[in-house]
């Protein structure tokens, strides 16, 4: 039981989705601006009698019965139509006639059942039609009528027009909602010649107003000119007394001014020199702060600096001098020392060769010993010799210092020009300006490089000995000597080693 009552539920629900379906596919509603038309079978319409075989529905919906009748939308919305119309007025003068027809299908049912018998399939060819029935009655109602009436009077030609194609358009199922004619063309310049006349006229009336205009403006001009130049002559006589004003005022003030710029003038002169003396007074002190007082102390640094290198040489010189002493002495010794070992290795080995040959031994002992002793006594000879020869250099050189120098410049003659001339081995190129002279100049300086170097020497050797008080005489002192003035410069002492 229950199973059979789902399935009669089941098909009332599929009857019902059938006849919905039914519906909606039967029903059709017309919008406001379209008329449905049905046909398949005769119907009868209040006011278009029986039998028309179609039936108009506007604005509702209708059932219609798919397969059995057809349904067609009929446009209710509004057309226009440009109107460009060529023609002859009543004196025989062509024209071209522009305009524009708005029009729409009848909202009754006897102009929508005539529109659709002519326009159901063309409803696109209705503007066509529409300009055909106008441009007809257009070229009728513009032939019985002139230029004038229908310059005059376009009203009349639009009334005439909406009049006269009345009655086709209601034929067709159409009504007219707007005839305005835009624009009326003139080929042969008919409507500008009859408008030259009035415009001559016009032109006339408008030159004459105008040159009263001028002649009023001008007389205005002319007076108000005069005016202007009342005006002018009494602000000038007012101007020239208040000048005259100004000027006694001027004269016034000048004889007061030369006066008070006299006055100003010495206030500003006695400024301007106290001024000047306070900037003199700080010149003179910023010249003793900026340029006096670094002076000072730098030539105070100078003169320090050279005292204390001037007496680090002295004591360098004379510790030098006594290692080269110390030298000797200890070179003595050790020579003495070496030849008295080698006389003692010498009579040993002649005691042990006298032991292992004793026959030939006494003799040749004896010789050996005179030998080496010989020997010793030479090396010792040699020894002191050096010494002396030493001390006696150093001697030399305490006293004839200036001599021992000149000798070892001279010795090391040819290696100091060459060290001068060397200054000219990284020359690539040399541009002489004389020539050979040149040449011979540039070489004549680089030999003469040695004697500069002779000249400080001697200059030298004048002021070394200034410290320590052992300058042979007063001269060499005061850089006056054998070898003439002595510059000033830091005295170098000239050992033995250094030569």
Not at 146 to 171: F, H, S, Y
Not at 252 to 269: F, I, K, T, Y
Not at 382 to 401: P, S, T, V
Request: proline fraction near 3%.
């Amino acid at each position: 039981m229950p199973m059979a009552v789902g399935v009669a539920a089941g098909i009332v629900l599929a009857a019902i989705i059938v006849l919905v379906g039914l519906f909606k596919l039967m029903w059709r509603v017309a919008e406001p601006n379209e008329a449905l038309v049905i046909s398949g079978s005769a119907h009868k319409t209040e006011g278009l009698g029986e039998g028309m075989g179609f039936r108009i529905v506007t604005g509702r919906g209708t059932l219609v019965l798919p397969g059995v009748q057809a349904v067609r939308k009929l446009s209710l919305d509004l057309n226009e139509t440009q109107l460009s119309v060529d023609c002859v007025t009543h004196q025989g003068i062509p024209l071209r006639v522009k305009g524009v027809v708005i029009f729409k299908v009848g909202d009754d049912l006897v102009s929508i059942a005539n529109a659709a018998r002519r326009f159901l399939d063309q409803q696109k060819m209705m503007p066509e039609r529409v300009h055909i029935v106008f441009a007809g009655h257009l070229r009728s109602i513009v032939g019985g009528l002139t230029v004038e009436d229908m310059i005059r009077d376009r009203e009349k030609l639009t009334g005439q027009t909406r009049a006269a194609c009345g009655t086709e358009m209601e034929k067709l199922g159409l009504i007219v909602d707007s005839l305005q004619i835009h624009e009326i063309e003139d080929p042969t310049g008919y409507i500008k010649n009859l408008a030259m006349p009035h415009a001559a006229a016009v032109q006339r009336d408008a030159r004459i107003a105008q040159a009263e205009a001028n002649r009023m403006a001008t007389e205005a001009e002319q007076a108000a000119a005069a005016r202007m130049s009342e005006a002018t002559r009494d602000s000038e006589i007012l101007q020239a007394g208040y000048q005259a004003e100004r000027d006694k005022a001027a004269a016034s003030a000048r004889q007061a001014g030369p006066l008070a710029d006299a006055a100003a003038r010495q206030e500003v002169v006695v400024q301007e020199t106290r001024v000047a003396e306070l900037e003199a007074h700080r010149r003179e002190q910023q010249l003793q702060a900026d340029v006096r007082k670094p002076a000072d102390a730098k030539a105070y640094e100078k003169r320090t600096l050279a005292e204390a290198e001037r007496d680090a040489r002295i004591s360098g010189a004379q510790a030098k001098a006594k290692e080269t002493e110390l030298a000797a002495a200890a070179e003595a010794t050790r020579v003495k020392t070496a030849a008295s070992a080698e006389a003692q290795a010498t009579e040993a080995r002649g005691r042990a060769a006298a032991t292992a040959t004793r026959a030939t031994g006494e003799a040749e002992a004896a010789a050996t010993q005179a030998k080496g002793l010989a020997e010793a006594e030479a090396a010792k000879a040699k020894g002191l010799a050096e010494a002396e020869a030493i001390k006696a250099r150093a001697a030399a050189l305490a006293e004839n210092q200036e001599a021992v120098v000149a000798q070892q410049l001279a010795e090391n003659w040819p290696k100091i020009v060459e060290a001068g001339a060397s200054a000219f081995g990284n020359v690539e190129h040399m541009v002489l300006l004389n020539g050979a002279d040149g040449m011979a100049d540039m070489f004549a300086k680089a030999l003469t490089m040695g004697g500069t170097g002779l000249g400080l020497a001697r200059k030298l050797l004048a002021s070394m000995e200034e410290p320590g008080g052992g300058a042979r005489d007063g001269n060499r002192l005061n850089g006056s000597g054998p070898s003439g003035p002595s510059g000033p410069g830091t005295p170098v002492p000239i050992t033995d080693d250094a030569a």
